[in-house]
């Protein structure tokens, strides 16, 4: 018998754009969905600044991340964030809330897990998923959830794409934003700690499953979501995924796995770095291990960044994290200027060669 599928509406009366420190500050507010985070939109528009790479200190005593005192320019493949960006997004929030054209809505089912020789298996078929039998391994129970933010936006983005292609740029941004801070603020809503989102499409898991997924919330029906012969949704601005559940007798009272997944997504915000979700929907040690990297090339203060990143991969149980933080430590104390990225033989990896080394290790 289903397990029941049950929707969940929000709603915005007016929106604020603000930096990632900010943003962050505001997530557990009734009207977290109110904050746009900025550096997430310049992020999924490919505009980054080197500027943004500040100190969480300086952003926290509220500076913005954005140079906005630059001029718009490239430089080393990077661009400059200014007013001019800021000013466009602010445009098409407006407009977007002039003309009403993002609805919140998610539909789920809380479900049983079973397990067959390792393998999680759901409702729907999930093809023998591997990395999502690791996102899940010990649960019980999954939520699987459809969300979407509405046709407005896309039809905003087809007005723009004819008129002004940076303005629809900027609005694809905006509505992957956007989306994003629904699954956000969805799972927040949950009862219990909860591991990663899983989506189709991340892994070994394919986008075949979005067909059965689909039917089975019954998305068309109850908010709008349809595919397409390609497996894509429709609206554009729709995300699915397993959400795992922790059981309640190994679950995490203190919230260290919860307060370390939002650490690194803060951290990820302000570096710029969008593969970090990937290796959370592993476990949040290897995110962490590879936020530690980061930080640890950079080097100078951001010394102290890498050893507090390291600290959560090391409680996570990543054995790297261990050996990394006895080769920071001295500069940590010293809070050295040069970079203690020389042990490392190789620089920083992508995301997929540190989860295929963890693979190997068994360490996830």
């Known amino acids: 018998m289903s397990e029941p599928v049950l929707v969940k509406n929000y709603s915005v009366d007016k929106y604020e754009l603000c ?23 310049l992020r999924y528009a490919g505009v980054w600044s080197k500027a943004s790479r500040l100190s969480e200190e300086e952003t926290s005593a509220g500076d913005s991340v954005l140079n906005t005192s630059s001029g718009v320019g490239i430089n080393n493949g990077e661009a400059d964030a200014s007013d001019t960006f800021v000013n466009t997004i602010n445009e098409i929030i407006s407009e977007t809330e002039s003309a ?8 789920y089912s809380v479900v049983d ?28 129970k999954a939520v699987l959830m459809a969300a979407t933010v509405g046709l407005g936006i896309d039809r905003l983005i087809n007005k723009y794409e004819r008129l002004s292609p940076s303005k629809a740029l900027f609005l694809q941004a905006l509505g992957a934003e956007r989306v994003e801070a ?45 595919l397409n012969d390609s497996l894509l949704m429709t609206p554009s601005k729709s995300v699915t995924a397993i959400v795992g559940i922790e059981p309640e007798d190994i679950s ?7 307060k370390g997944m939002r650490l690194i997504r803060q951290g990820a915000a ?33 010394i102290t960044k890498a050893y ?14 261990k050996q990394r933080i006895s080769y920071i430590l001295p500069s940590v104390d010293a809070v050295s200027g040069h970079s ?3 042990w490392l033989d190789d620089p920083v990896g992508s995301i997929q060669e540190q989860l295929d080394h963890a693979k190997k290790k068994k360490n996830i």
């Open 308 to 321: 507090r990143y390291y600290s959560l991969a090391a409680e996570d149980g990543v054995k790297e994290a």
């Open 100 to 107: 009403n054209a993002l609805s919140y809505k998610v539909c």
């Open 19 to 41: 930096d990632a420190a900010e943003y962050h500050s505001h997530m557990e507010d009734a009207d977290s969905l109110s904050y746009v985070n900025q550096n997430e939109i």
């Open 340 to 342: 203690v990225m020389k």
């Open 113 to 140: 897990i079973t397990w067959q020789c390792g393998v999680a298996e759901l409702p729907v078929k999930m093809f023998g998923s591997k990395d999502l039998s690791a996102c899940l391994k010990g649960c019980r």
């Open 252 to 258: 995490d009272p203190a919230g260290i796995c919860d």
């Open 182 to 226: 629904l699954c956000d603020r969805f799972c927040r809503d949950l009862p219990g700690a909860l591991r990663p989102r899983f989506s189709p499409g991340y892994g070994d898991l394919p986008l075949e499953v979005q067909k059965e997924f689909i039917t089975y919330l019954d998305c068309t029906h109850l908010i709008g979501i349809t």
């Open 270 to 302: 302000t570096e710029g770095i969008a593969e970090v979700e990937r290796a959370l929907s592993l476990g949040y040690g290897r995110a962490a291990l590879y936020l530690g990297d980061i930080y640890a090339k950079n080097g100078g203060p951001d």
